[in-house]
């Protein structure tokens, strides 16, 4: 399906998933014939047209990227890496070069020295680490409507729903609906009675931070000594077949990538027992622990777009027709943020570093970049308005879009910026989608 769960040494842990860019839903080795058919057939309405092609992996690293920047602690750390696996949807030629090599080494080793590298190309992409213990949204809103959460789990709940909110808007997800966003929820025990731990524990099925793992293919971490890590690329020879455990003295060479779960790690369990039968061992109650309440924002890789939808789709955000949605921004979220996005400074540091991720690609083009970072800016300035009003999430999704592009400086006026009017221009957008409900 062109996502692969990548498991750790043992073969029992998931750590991450793996999404190359030649094998994006229509990239040009991606493994379903639909996607085939779809670009032979129907070239008119191959792809979004308000996307650039094929820049799925950069999206879903720049999601994270935004998150990190805001602090908002929903998307799973992310990562622009390359890997290579027997598992992965090679060429024909490409395989075959790869055995021709592996053939000429075996044969005549002194030949082989000389070749740069023995076996299949590694493959860029983004890999997202895996998050435990999280089932659709859409599983939990259905639960939400029958058995209502406790006061203080909505609230919490709504704190990050419009984190979900913010992080979707400024990136102009346009593939958001409540099957690709996660909820983690545990509900603590409440009362240990003679050393027993009462506790339920609701979130049971493990999801990844991409798609559904029936849907997607194992790939286990093959820590060899020609596995390769540096601080910009991380390259992983994967095999096909689980290795041995390691030895207890064996640690893994990259543990921030294997060892890391990221925002909303696992929080379940039994509780201690260390209040138990004191005083003689009687009967003991301990005091309740609050539930623990998560969002994970997954599948950011249809984000980013160089204009706002026009054509026949609007893409909308499905969040936005949720009782949450109608609910206004809290105090709590706009004190955080609205001084963080009215700082023109704070702004274009994010550009900056969304430059640094989307220039690593090899078609890389700085004016369609521009024009994605104008969406971004126009995203934020009604963002800021919003949270300056105390609107409600739905509100927000109904104001005008609008462009905030650069406009170009001589070298003598550049420094640190001082308002959106000293160094941008701003339009709104005058043609419409044809269909707004899709």
Not at 225 to 235: D, E, G, K, Q, W
Not at 291 to 318: C, S, T
Not at 351 to 361: A, M, T
């Amino acid at each position: 399906s062109g996502s692969y769960i990548v498991f750790d040494t043992t073969g029992q842990r998931r750590i991450g998933v793996f999404k190359p860019k030649d094998e994006e839903p229509y990239g040009r080795l991606n493994p379903k014939w639909t996607k085939w058919m779809h670009k032979l057939c129907c070239p008119c309405c191959f792809g979004r047209s308000c996307l650039v092609p094929n820049q799925g992996y950069l999206s879903e690293a720049s999601a994270y990227v935004v998150d990190r920047k805001l602090k908002l602690g929903i998307v799973p750390k992310t990562r622009v890496v390359r890997l290579f696996s027997k598992t992965f949807n090679y060429s024909a030629i490409d395989r075959a070069k790869a055995n021709t090599k592996r053939e000429v080494s075996e044969r005549f080793p002194k030949v082989g020295k000389h070749f740069n590298r023995i076996g299949l190309p590694p493959k860029v992409g983004s890999f997202q680490l895996f998050v435990e213990n999280y089932e659709d949204a859409a599983i939990w809103l259905r639960r939400f409507e029958e058995f209502p959460p406790e006061p203080d789990v909505k609230a919490e709940f709504q704190r990050q729903f419009e984190r979900l909110v913010i992080l979707d808007y400024i990136i102009r997800n346009t593939d958001r609906g409540n099957d690709n966003w996660l909820i983690y929820y545990d509900v603590k025990p409440t009362k240990t009675v003679n050393g027993h731990t009462g506790s339920i524990n609701n979130a049971k099925s493990a999801r990844m931070g991409a798609g559904d793992p029936s849907n997607s293919t194992v790939v286990v971490v093959n820590e060899a000594p020609s596995s390769i890590a540096t601080s910009n690329n991380l390259i992983l020879d994967t095999g096909s077949t689980p290795p041995s455990a390691p030895s207890p003295g064996d640690k893994p060479k990259d543990q921030s990538m294997s060892q890391q779960i990221v925002t909303g790690d696992i929080v379940g369990g039994s509780q201690s027992n260390e209040q138990n039968n004191q005083a003689g061992g009687g009967d003991v109650t301990s005091q309740p622990e609050p539930p623990v309440i998560r969002i994970a924002a997954i599948d950011n890789g249809l984000a980013f777009p160089f204009k706002h939808p026009d054509e026949w789709r609007a893409y909308p955000y499905y969040w936005a027709w949720l009782p949450y949605a109608k609910i206004p921004f809290s105090q709590e979220s706009r004190k955080q943020f609205y001084p963080l996005l009215t700082d023109m400074n704070f702004v274009q540091e994010l550009c900056d570093e969304l430059y640094e991720v989307f220039s690593k690609d090899g078609g890389f083009d700085k004016k369609v970049f521009e024009k994605q970072m104008s969406v971004l800016r126009g995203q934020i300035l009604n963002l800021t308005q919003a949270l300056k009003e105390g609107k409600t999430p739905f509100q927000l999704v109904q104001m005008p879009p609008i462009l905030v592009e650069r406009r170009p400086t001589s070298s003598a006026n550049r420094g640190r910026l001082r308002s959106m009017t000293d160094n941008f221009t701003q339009s709104f957008q005058k043609t419409a989608p044809f269909f707004t409900w899709c």
